[in-house]
């Protein structure tokens, strides 16, 4: 079954190390022969540059990374399709995977649009505001200070609208979700799960996911273990139970996935690597529909794809 997956560092890791082949790696989560063998349709492909980089360098340092995504990937395997529209994704070919390039964290553009305008032209679709921290955007959900959405970001956000890009939530302060609320129209949240499921700051409230729900957001269940549930080892059944939570609140077609595959030390046991995805959908088909889980494996997200 062709997946989407919402959310992936491996673009981070192959800076951090720039011996790693995208080909078979056995230190990347997501690899060229991975996607294929796990039946990726759509992968996207976060720029988050590291918080130890200078700000000076902040935006050098994605570009490297956008870099490292057109030499080490798409013009390694042709096969790999850059899209930016829907479609460009409806037009793959038999054997071809769409790559979405994301931007995770504002922290990049400093406070000049004309920098994000830059990256939209690379090819960056979706832009999550913030990481952890504060940036000129808004605070990030560990930021103390608890701060929303600066006149800056709420520009960002409007041009976001402007340009028909997603607005990624995701690692977002709370106050600057409900901003988001309000001032976005193509929301996501590409990796978070259910507070009332785990109770992980980066997870969502139940107010947050309905609210989501009624945006029309697509929510993409992540694989991070702390944010599935509190200690010992995680497993596939713990992102079953974040799926029934965020079904249980009227989620069913909203939900997708994003992994974080290649930001993770640790992993779900079973679900490894990409290609483990297979185990996912298996154990999806034992509790819903076929439609349901292809939803949820696909449609959700690229339905709401906002080009
Ligand atoms: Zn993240």
């Known amino acids: 079954m062709k997946v989407f997956d ?38 996207c492909f976060a720029v988050y540059v590291p918080e130890k980089v200078k700000k000076e360098s902040v935006f050098h340092v994605a570009l490297e990374m956008i870099d490292i995504f057109y030499e080490k990937i798409l013009r390694r395997f042709p096969n790999m399709r850059l899209v930016t529209t829907k479609k460009e994704i409806s037009g793959l070919k038999q054997g071809q995977i769409g790559a979405i390039l994301t931007l995770e964290g504002c922290d990049a553009i400093g406070t000049d649009l004309e920098k994000l ?11 999550g505001l913030t990481w952890n921290h504060a940036n000129a955007v808004a605070d990030g959900i560990l930021e103390e200070r608890g701060a929303g959405l600066s ?11 402007e340009y028909f890009i997603w607005t990624d939530v995701s690692h977002l302060s709370v106050r600057g979700f409900w901003d988001v609320m309000e001032t976005g129209d193509f929301v996501i949240a590409s990796h978070s ?58 989620a069913e077609n909203n939900i997708g996935f994003g992994s974080d595959f290649d930001g993770i030390d640790h992993t779900v046991h079973g679900l490894g690597k990409y290609e483990d995805y297979f185990n996912l959908v298996n154990s999806l088909l034992k509790y819903y529909s076929e439609t349901t889980v292809k939803g949820f494996m696909f449609n959700n997200f690229f339905s709401r794809f906002p080009r």
């Open 6 to 43: 919402a959310h992936c560092d491996v673009l981070w890791k192959m800076w951090e190390n720039k011996g790693l082949s995208f080909k078979d790696s056995e230190d990347l989560h997501v690899t060229w022969d991975g996607l294929k063998q796990g039946d990726a349709r759509v992968q």
């Open 117 to 127: 305008r830059t990256l939209y032209r690379l090819g960056v679709t979706s832009v």
């Open 151 to 161: 006149s800056f970001g709420r520009e960002v956000v409007r041009m976001n609208n």
């Open 193 to 250: 799960n259910c507070k009332a499921v785990c109770a992980n700051p980066r997870n969502l409230s139940n107010d947050q996911i309905q609210a989501l729900i009624q945006k029309n957001a697509a929510i993409g269940v992540t694989f991070v273990p702390q944010f599935l549930a509190e200690g010992t080892e995680t497993t596939i059944i713990d992102i079953i139970r974040h799926i029934e939570h965020y079904c249980s609140l009227g």
